[in-house]
């Protein structure tokens, strides 16, 4: 039930209000965690905000392909907006430290990576 090897991100800065982040401060993890009945894998993902100061993280977004899932996700955790954009914690500041996570069911493991995020004061 362990959750798989960190998804590699590009050290980028992202120059926005209230300073500097790098997309590279909020990891992206996700591994397999069993089947639904009908053999469809489970996979769990946690993200997390791992700035190395005092620092919250809103409006992440991910890319995350044509993603789909069999299981509910609650969409104050994670939600599709559009085409290759999934939105994490309903846009909201990810506290440094903290980490959410959701389970979704599909037959395709979707690639999710951090494509923007804006720095919280």
Known sequence: MGIGPRTSLPNQK????????LKNYIQVTQGTTGNLPSGTPIYSVQITNECPRDCS???IHLSCDSFASELL?????????????????????????AAISFK????????????SLTCSP
């Open 57 to 59: 993280i809103a409006q």
């Open 14 to 21: 992202l120059h926005i209000q209230g300073g500097d982040c």
């Open 73 to 97: 996700i609650n969409p104050m955790i994670f939600r599709k907006l559009g085409i290759n954009d999934c939105l994490v914690n309903n846009g909201k500041p990810l506290a440094d430290g």
């Open 104 to 115: 979704y069911a599909s037959n395709a493991k979707f690639p999710l990576a951090v494509s």
